[in-house]
């Protein structure tokens, strides 16, 4: 059973930085598609930022590209989004999830099984 669990959140000004992390543990498979999905109150949860485990690919939202980066350390297990040039369009509880399939963008929550209990950014203005 994959077990992911975040952290790096928190509350910044507009224009400032976060790194996210999710650890990861019980990969029963070589290769995931690792996604950062965010939900704002009143939104639906949406896709951030995806990368291919096996292989690097990354995909970003239109929103987030040139500000964000996904990565991930194989050796550590872990899932890190750098986040700059944040905005307050950007507040939302993040949530890591890593699935099977091959990475598409932007990705279906649904077909994700594998999520963290989240993390919250508030970006103030």
């Known amino acids: 059973q994959v077990q992911l669990v975040e952290s790096g959140g928190g509350a910044v000004q507009a224009g400032g930085s976060l790194r996210l992390s999710c650890a990861a543990s019980?990969?029963?498979?070589?290769?995931?598609?690792m996604v950062w999905f965010r939900q704002a109150p009143g939104k639906e949860r949406e896709g951030v930022a995806s990368?291919?485990?096996?292989?690097?690919?990354?995909y970003y939202a239109d929103s987030v590209k040139g500000r964000f980066t996904i990565s991930h350390d194989n050796p550590k297990n872990t899932l890190y989004l750098q986040m700059s040039g944040l905005e307050p369009e950007d507040t939302a509880m993040y949530y890591c999830?890593?699935?099977?399939?091959?990475?598409?963008?932007?990705?279906?929550?649904?077909?994700?099984?594998?999520w963290g209990q989240g993390t919250q950014v508030s970006v103030s203005s």
């Open positions: 999830a890593a699935g099977i399939q091959i990475c598409s963008f932007p990705p279906v929550v649904r077909d994700y099984n594998y």
């Open positions: 019980g990969y029963a498979y070589s290769s995931y598609c």
């Open positions: 990368i291919y485990t096996g292989g690097g690919s990354t």
